[in-house]
């Protein structure tokens, strides 16, 4: 069984403090084996990270929309900011990565997805956040779990780490050979 994260933020990322070596050091005293970089519109922190892990990093973004935040998984390339939800996700697909939706139902984040966009970027995505340990309430993830469940998506348990205090705090167990989309 791997312990995975799939939203980790660096100092790539305007909002965390966080080095990509203590992210590393942190991900391995606290049991994780892969994990996804998804620094603010950059991939430069993931794949620094992957240069220079000794377990699987995937490269991600999050990326701010013209409707709200969607995280791109499995990136070769930035994606830019400012286009629509749907835009997004489509140029995610483009490189063969997976579509995420962070934090769909969090209150208190000013970049959260619209409901509108919402209804239209579920048709494109992979995988919903389900449990976001940053969410102030229950709610929040309950909400998440239930679109997932309504429209057949699996779920993810994330830390959306800002600092290496939250590396670990959550994460989602795996069982899988490779670390590919598909075998996500």
């Known amino acids: 069984m791997t312990r995975a994260d799939f939203h980790i933020h660096t ?3 305007p909002d965390s403090v966080m080095p990509v070596r203590s992210l590393l050091r942190r991900c391995q005293s606290q049991g994780l084996g892969l994990i996804a970089v998804t620094d603010h519109n950059t991939i430069d922190g993931a794949l620094e990270a992957k240069s220079l892990a000794d377990f699987p990093v995937i490269v991600g973004e999050e990326v701010t929309t013209a409707d709200g935040e969607l995280t791109g998984l499995f990136l070769t390339e930035p994606i ?6 749907v835009e997004t996700a489509k ?3 483009d490189q063969g990565g997976l579509v995420s939706i962070p934090h769909p139902y969090d209150v208190f984040r000013r970049n959260v997805i619209t409901p509108e ?4 970027v579920v048709k494109l995505a992979d995988i919903i956040e389900g449990f976001n340990a940053r969410n102030t309430f229950k709610s929040a993830n309950a909400n998440a779990k239930e679109l997932a469940a ?3 998506l699996p779920i993810t348990a994330v830390s959306d780490s800002h600092t290496a205090m939250e590396v670990g705090r959550t994460y ?3 069982t899988i050979d490779e670390v590919t989309p598909q075998a996500l």
């Open 11 to 13: 100092e790539y990322s």
């Open 80 to 85: 830019p900011r400012g286009l629509s939800a």
């Open 91 to 93: 140029r995610i697909k």
């Open 117 to 120: 966009a919402l209804a239209e």
């Open 150 to 152: 309504s429209v057949g």
């Open 172 to 174: 989602t167990e795996l």
